[in-house]
């Protein structure tokens, strides 16, 4: 099994920042994707950025504001993100696609770290 531990969420005032981090751990051969998405009150969970290697992936809402990392070492993502809109309020999830045994690749969730913009 993975588990996926994420930290870094809080209140800020629009404009600011914020860095999530997630660490995952376990019973690792390898890691495919990482990413994170979010899911706010009354609707689905959305993809905020993926990334898989060297390449990036990201919600049109975020870019430009949003940038996603890696530390394959570490088998830790982080998302900075700055400029921060009030809409970007959610519970932000990290998940990771990573192969446990020869025969299973799974995609694995974290609990949810909640992102509060003031206006």
């Known amino acids: 099994q993975v588990q996926l531990v994420e930290s870094g969420g809080g209140l800020v005032q629009a404009g600011g920042s914020l860095r999530l981090s997630c660490a995952a751990s376990g019973s690792i051969f390898s890691i495919n994707a990482m990413g994170w998405y979010r899911q706010a009150p009354g609707k689905q969970r959305e993809l905020v950025a993926t990334?898989?290697?060297?390449?990036?992936n990201y919600a049109d809402s975020v870019k430009g504001r949003f940038t996603i990392s890696r530390d394959n070492a570490k088998n830790t993502v982080y998302l900075q993100m700055n400029s921060l809109k009030p809409e970007d309020t959610a519970v932000y999830y990290c998940?990771?696609?990573?192969?446990?045994?020869?025969?299973?690749?799974?995609?694995?969730w974290g609990q949810g770290t909640q992102v509060t913009v003031s206006s």
């Open positions: 998940n990771c696609n990573a192969r446990t045994s020869v025969w299973r690749v799974a995609d694995y």
């Open positions: 990334i898989n290697g060297g390449r990036t």
